[in-house]
């Protein structure tokens, strides 16, 4: 019987020792909250917070979907009882904190609707919320929603006292992704308060087109690509010259080479397209040999050679009588030496272009073609289109991102753009410059008509070797070096000219293509000196 009795009382020890469960705590806050609503739309929230403790955090809800254009925004301001940092909220639990919401009252139809998340991002599961609610007036109306914050769930209870002045809202458990909202509805006046708004961006919305867009995108269009017209029409087009200069051309007199106004070959390339290229210097090359300054020698060579030349300087040539940009070009080409190969002319001769290329341009500013250097003006013109095309990025940028005028700013990159490739066309020439061009065209005309009169014989090599430069300008080497190669009629064929020589077993009638593959040779040599990349 004792060992019954000591065995029944260990099981009853054991039965006491599962049933005993210890007390504690439920996890979880409670949420008390007041709140008024102000004639002015400013709603003043007060919550009593219980059953926490230690730092609690609350991240408020400041930004909803208003509609498709727009989002909703709420203040918050004057926090007391803890600090809010961007939209978050911190306190120690238990307590209070006091704060205003702005932007909370919406009109809605005959009434004014108040909206505000009572409860919601709180670090801590709220077990229990209340909610209470007194306005400037009579309610109207009243709802509630708990849980996700797209959640169209009631809440557990909502309710108004007899005179519709207070109205008291309950729920249970409110996650800390889910909120407790409450709706109010008040008659329409009541309050002055609106809802804050701020568009969202979209490029649909940015760049809207509408008559008041689209209507304004044209007179910007209008305005500006006609005020760029006007430049060019005011600034950019070369003075009138007289209608007969175009006519009066006569190159060849008594049998001598006088071409209009005395113009040089590298200063017709750049009086024609305005720009001092490469043409230019290979035509002067060219020139300078034709008149005696230096001799182009053409180097033998087996089928598979890359063709050479060598520039040989001449003794006794009168350099002090060249013109700057000739003189410019003659030392970058020797360089103190007496001859130098074309193959070999890449290295101190590159570093001198850009001295000839000013040369140029300010050759034709002293001939009075030109009021100012056409490459100063190209670039004055351009610069101004690029800054332009900036300012309208900038603009494009600003409208779009703050308003949906973002079209507008297109009008000015549109226009910068025009300035920016119309001031390759801003250089404008002279009268006389003008009239330059007419003799210069009319010059062309009769270098390619064929009818060239009747030249005695011993002036024909002279004569014609004096065209060809100016043939280069005009893309007419391989006729002119066919006529070149004619000069000694039906006899035998020279071997040299006085200025061009050839490879041993070379006459003239190898001519045409010995000076075609040197002009195309040397312009590519030129070209590919990076000072002279104008083209």
């Known amino acids: 019987m004792t060992g019954i009795r000591r065995t029944l009382a260990i099981l009853g020890a054991v039965a006491l020792s599962l049933t005993a ?34 730092e609690l955090k609350r991240t408020f809800l400041t930004r909803t979907r208003f509609d498709d254009d727009n989002d909703r925004l709420y203040q918050i301001s004057n926090v007391k009882g803890g600090t809010l940092a961007g939209d978050v909220l911190t306190m120690k639990g238990p307590g209070t904190v006091e704060y ?33 609610v007194s306005g400037p007036g009579q309610m109207q109306n009243l709802s509630c929603f708990a849980g996700e914050l797209t959640s169209a769930i009631g809440c557990t209870s909502a309710s108004m006292d007899h005179g519709a002045t207070e109205a008291a809202f309950e729920q249970q458990n409110v996650g800390p992704g889910q909120a407790l909202t409450v709706v109010v509805g008040y008659a329409k006046g009541s309050t ?19 008559g008041v867009t689209g209507g304004a995108l044209a007179a910007l ?13 005011t600034r950019g087009r070369d003075s009138r010259a007289a209608g007969h200069e175009r006519n009066s051309v006569a190159p060849v007199q008594n049998g001598h080479f006088s071409p209009p106004d005395g113009v040089r070959p590298g200063q017709i390339g750049t009086l024609v397209d305005e720009q001092a290229d490469v043409v230019d210097v290979t035509a002067t090359i060219v020139d300078l040999a034709v008149r005696g300054y230096l001799r182009i020698d053409e180097q033998p060579r087996q089928t598979y050679d890359a063709p050479d030349w060598t520039l040989v300087r001449l003794p006794n040539a009168p350099v002090n009588t060249l013109l700057p940009y000739e003189r410019a070009l ?109 003799h210069t065209m009319g010059f062309r005309e009769y270098l390619f008509s064929g009818d060239l009169g009747e030249v005695p014989e011993q002036h024909r090599v002279e004569l014609f070797s004096r ?10 080497v391989e006729h002119w070096s066919r006529v070149v190669a004619s000069v000694t009629g039906n006899g035998p064929q020279s071997d040299n000219l006085y200025w061009y020589h050839g490879p041993a077993e070379w006459d003239l009638s190898k001519f045409a293509g010995s000076m075609r593959t040197f002009t195309t040779t040397t312009s590519g040599a030129i070209s590919a000196s990076r000072q002279f990349r104008t083209l």
């Open 21 to 54: 469960v210890p007390a504690t705590a439920a996890a979880g806050i409670t949420d008390e909250v007041t709140m008024s609503l102000a004639k002015n739309g400013t709603l003043h929230v007060v919550e009593k917070i219980s059953g926490g403790s230690g």
């Open 100 to 132: 205003d919401v702005k932007g909370a009252v919406t009109p809605a139809g005959a009434i004014e609707e108040l909206r505000w998340f009572a409860v919601n991002g709180w670090s801590e599961p709220v077990t229990k919320a209340t909610v209470k």
């Open 192 to 210: 002055s308060g609106a809802p804050i708004l701020e568009r969202r961006f979209s490029l649909a919305g940015a760049f809207t087109l509408n």
């Open 221 to 233: 269009l209008v305005l500006l690509l006609g005020g760029v017209g006007l430049l060019y029409w």
């Open 330 to 438: 003659y030392d970058a080409i020797f360089d103190g030496r007496d001859m130098v190969l074309l193959s070999q002319m890449s290295g101190s001769f590159a570093s001198h272009l850009g001295k000839v290329r000013d040369a140029l341009y300010a050759d034709v500013v002293t001939q009075g073609w030109f009021a100012r250097r056409p490459d100063t003006e190209r670039t004055r013109w351009t610069v101004i289109g690029v800054l332009l095309i900036g300012v309208g990025l900038l603009a494009t940028v600003a409208l779009a991102w703050f308003t949906t005028y973002g079209l507008l700013g297109l009008a000015l990159i549109i226009a910068g753009g025009a300035l920016a490739v119309g001031g390759q066309y801003m250089p404008a020439k002279t009268a006389k410059g003008s009239a330059a061009l007419a």
């Open 467 to 476: 065209y060809l430069p100016y043939a280069v300008i005009f893309d007419g």
